[in-house]
């Protein structure tokens, strides 16, 4: 096949990753706490295809000898950005926002085994115990438990009245007999190494195997601790900035466009070398 074309090809179907990415990114421009992804290329490998020089001829020559052909570009990675999005006041008790770059919940979901995830997404509700009728789980939207700062759900008492979460993440009910009690901390982590962490569907994010990546989770997360990062009442938007992603749309398409074009061009000149006649 014309080098071209093969050029082209492969560079076409690395941009269909980038207007996928960019899909992606408009398609959650109104959830919750959702980090936007950008994608990186870098060349592929090339090609020095070197040329008989002339002795005579080449006195005075500035540029270099042969031609460099390339084979396109590929996607090196998509980063994760973790610019703070807006943040929208709602009035409820249980919507909770972080006010600093890089730092999650954390939950877990409720089948045995289940891995630790991430999520900025502060919008929290209660759940029946179904072993204790006198406790409430803290769950996000699916159902995951949300995690506190010893590694257990956190649990509210059935019989409250009111919650307070501190900006520093303690979690304090009053109860119906006015009495207040101090049930928790969240478990609030800082992420030092967010280029690791891998989408896990529902706004969650998760870590790969860190043990092939000579890893541990001390690593790659710092705790939170007596330090005012939450906002009770509120939501973090998304971070998504709708104006720049259509305009990269548009620079992904044309550069599509382009590579179009160029396999057109290379079939019509084969087809003019394939109707020469002798």
Do not use: H, W
């Not at 005075?60 to 999005?85: D, H, I």
């Not at 807006?86 to 890089?102: F, N, P, V, Y």
């Not at 997404?121 to 803290?138: A, K, M, Q, R, V």
Request: charged share 20%; no cysteine.
């Amino acid at each position: 096949m014309n080098q071209s074309m093969i050029t082209a090809s492969v560079t076409m179907g690395q941009l269909q990753k980038k207007l996928d990415t960019i899909s992606n990114n408009v398609a959650n421009v109104n959830t919750n706490g959702f980090k936007r992804r950008d994608v990186q290329f870098q060349d592929l490998l090339f090609q020095q295809l070197n040329n008989q020089t002339v002795a005579s001829q080449e006195t005075g020559r500035n540029t270099p000898f042969g031609l460099r052909v390339g084979s396109g570009a590929r996607v090196s990675q998509t980063n994760v950005r973790m610019e703070q999005g807006s943040i929208m006041q709602t009035g409820r008790a249980l919507d909770l926002a972080l006010s600093e770059k890089g730092v999650f919940f954390e939950a877990m979901p409720t089948e045995p085994g289940g891995e630790r995830r991430f999520t900025r997404d502060g919008t929290f509700y209660l759940s029946p115990n179904p072993n204790n009728g006198e406790e409430l789980y803290l769950v996000t939207g699916d159902g995951d438990y949300v995690m506190s700062s010893t590694g257990t759900p956190m649990v509210i008492p059935a019989n409250y009245d009111s919650i307070r979460v501190t900006e520093e993440g303690r979690v304090e009910v009053t109860l119906k007999d006015n009495t207040q009690r101090n049930v928790g901390q969240l478990q609030l982590v800082k992420i030092t190494k967010p280029q690791l962490l891998q989408n896990n569907g529902d706004n969650f994010y998760t870590f790969p195997n860190l043990q092939e990546l000579g890893l541990n989770f001390g690593d790659v997360v710092d705790n939170v601790v007596n330090r005012g990062v939450l906002i009770q009442g509120a939501l973090e938007g998304s971070n998504v900035d709708l104006g720049k992603e259509m305009s990269e749309l548009i620079l992904a398409q044309r550069a599509y466009q382009f590579n179009t074009r160029s396999i057109s061009i290379a079939d019509q000149m084969m087809g003019l070398v394939n109707n020469i006649r002798g």
